[in-house]
């Protein structure tokens, strides 16, 4: 079933309404689909290096108003629909845990899982759920989301296609640990306060309720 979607988003490149696809790829990856945008986006690249960055834009503005679907279904729809999509999707053992992490840290949860591989829809329906400040949620998904997108628009942009082997070797490498020293500091302070000791127990324990 998985590699079926897979094929079906990979034949979207060369549709005539590409960016169309790419746009609606983007927006139920970040709520419910679990094929990522990312191949799609590294084919259009290629095929039209001169358009990469309108390209990874309407991926990041796409993904971000899909972002906003899930925080409404955690919001308003949780109990029916939030916890058959996290089902379908094998995430469910993962919830208490994001949940806890998103209490704890925040837009920072946010930010990292939008320029990570940790699954952006885990994310976005659990800040819902917890009612997560929405301004700080929508801003975190724009830096996160563009961070990851705008890095191939503007690698293919400016190289062309032979950035692509690059891309797909170190890609997430770079942007991980872009991403990992941008909110380290963040961290850090937290990790000198004598609480956030009790939070890591927190959610540890959430990790294993969850087992």
């Known amino acids: 079933m998985l590699r079926k979607l897979y094929e079906w988003t990979m034949e ?23 094929i990522p945008p990312h191949p799609l986006l590294g084919l259009m690249c290629l095929a039209e ?14 993904s971000v108003l899909g972002g906003l679907f899930g925080y409404a279904i955690g919001y308003f729809l949780y109990d029916t629909v ?3 999509l996290l089902s379908a999707i094998g995430l469910a053992e993962e919830f208490p845990v994001a949940a806890c ?3 704890e840290r925040d837009w920072e949860v946010i930010f990292l899982a939008g320029s990570t591989p940790v699954p952006f829809k885990l994310l976005t329906i659990t800040a819902g759920f917890i009612e997560m400040a929405l301004v700080p949620f929508i801003l975190a998904s724009i830096a996160g989301r563009a961070l990851i997108f705008l890095t191939v628009g503007v690698l293919f942009r400016l190289f062309g296609a032979p950035i692509k082997r690059v891309i797909d070797e170190y890609l997430i490498t ?37 087992v």
């Open 101 to 103: 992490h998103l209490r």
């Open 82 to 84: 939030g916890t058959a």
């Open 49 to 62: 290096p001169k358009k990469a960055i309108r390209f990874a834009l309407i991926c990041t503005f796409a």
């Open 174 to 210: 770079v942007t991980t640990a872009f991403a990992v020293l941008v909110v380290g500091g963040f961290l850090a302070l937290s990790y000198l306060s004598g609480g956030d000791e009790a939070a890591q127990d927190k959610c540890a324990a959430a990790a294993i309720e969850a």
């Open 12 to 34: 979207k490149a060369s549709h005539p309404h590409a960016q169309g696809w790419l746009a609606l790829v983007s927006f139920v990856e970040a709520s419910f689909f679990p």
